[in-house]
């Protein structure tokens, strides 16, 4: 890959950032369907969303678009305008707002990593609803195992990731080489190469006093 292609910095940041969140994704998508299937078998199986719906509000604050996507969903609106339902939310509720959200969303093509910055907490509380869904079946708890190893790498490198963080910390090794390692086994061997270039694209700029540009 080129000099070039790598500093086109807003496309290759996006393309990182949903590399990670594909991580996790492809990790939900492996119980994905299992369940779906309990939850509709267990509808009145009751769930806490606090974190997630605490993180979302976070997300709204830092982005103003979210609301526009977040009123078309009356289940998930209700619980956004009073966060105490949040600790009380069925299965069947849950789903509601999974499948609501799915069909206001534009459809997305994680391998091809097109997934816009704006839509990603959106798709990223998709995936964490369903990973809420997963506590409530102990029969779960091998899945379980797997999700949450994969949970771990990427929360510890979350915050990290976002809008006007990410480059920065990419350059950096993360500033810390257990962050550096859990980012890394997140990832394909082609996109830590990608960010291996950029690396020394960064080193070579430096070498010749030209950071900046």
Known sequence: QGMGNIFKKVPFAQK??????????????RFGNDI?????ANPDKVISLKPQIEELAQDIQLNPKLQSVINRSPALKRIIDNPELANNVSLKQSQEIINTL??????????????????????????????????AFPEMEGVRGVYGEVLRRYNLIKNRIKQGQLLKNLSTKFGDPELNKAAEDLLTKETVGEIRNYRNAIKVLKGFGLVGA
């Open 16 to 29: 990182i950032r949903t590399a990670f969140f594909t991580a996790k994704h492809n990790a939900v998508e």
């Open 36 to 40: 779906e299937r309990l939850s509709i």
């Open 102 to 135: 799915k069909s206001k969303l534009p459809t997305t093509k994680l391998q091809g990593y097109n997934v816009r910055s704006d839509d990603l907490p959106l798709f990223e509380l998709i995936d964490d609803i369903k990973g809420a869904q997963l506590n």
